[in-house]
C-alpha cells in the first residue's frame, strides 16, 4: 500500500483561498489505466464526506456546496492531485484527505490535512 503526502492547507479568514495537494512517491499504480481521485472532508467530530472526484478523462464531480468554489486538478501521471479552494466558509474548516485511485481499483489515501476558516 502506498500512502500519499498531503501539503498546503493552514488557516485563512472566511472569504479567503487555499491550495491543498497530495502526492504519492512513483507514478506506475496510476498511470496508462482508468485511474482518478478524489478528496474527502471530515468537520471536527462529524463523519467524512465526499467533496470533489476526477476521473480518468479528466471529468470532474463536487459536492453541491463546493460547486463553483473548487477545482480538483490531477497532474499527467496520475501520481498527485489537488483542490483549489475559493471563497472559503467556516464550515469548510475540517481534515481534507486526498484518495488516489490506483489500477487495481484500490484506493491509496492520504493522511489528511487540516484546512480551518474563521469568521
Known amino acids: 500500500q502506498v500512502q500519499p503526502v498531503e501539503s498546503g492547507g493552514g488557516s485563512v479568514q472566511a472569504g479567503g483561498s487555499l491550495r491543498v495537494s497530495c502526492a504519492a512517491s512513483?507514478?506506475?499504480?496510476?498511470?496508462?489505466?482508468?485511474?482518478?481521485a478524489k478528496w474527502f472532508h471530515q468537520p471536527p467530530g462529524k463523519e467524512r464526506e465526499f467533496v470533489a472526484e476526477?476521473?480518468?478523462?479528466?471529468?470532474?464531480r463536487y459536492l453541491d456546496s463546493a460547486k463553483g468554489r473548487f477545482t480538483i486538478s490531477q497532474d499527467k501521471d496520475k501520481s498527485s492531485v489537488s483542490l483549489q479552494m475559493n471563497s472559503l466558509r467556516p464550515e469548510d474548516t475540517g481534515m481534507y484527505i486526498c484518495?488516489?485511485?490506483?489500477?487495481?481499483?484500490?484506493?491509496?489515501w492520504g493522511q489528511g490535512i487540516q484546512v480551518t476558516v474563521s469568521s
Open positions: 484518495a488516489l485511485v490506483a489500477c487495481s481499483g484500490v484506493y491509496d
Open positions: 512513483g507514478s506506475s499504480r496510476y498511470i496508462n489505466c482508468k485511474s482518478g
Open positions: 476526477i476521473d480518468n478523462a479528466g471529468g470532474t
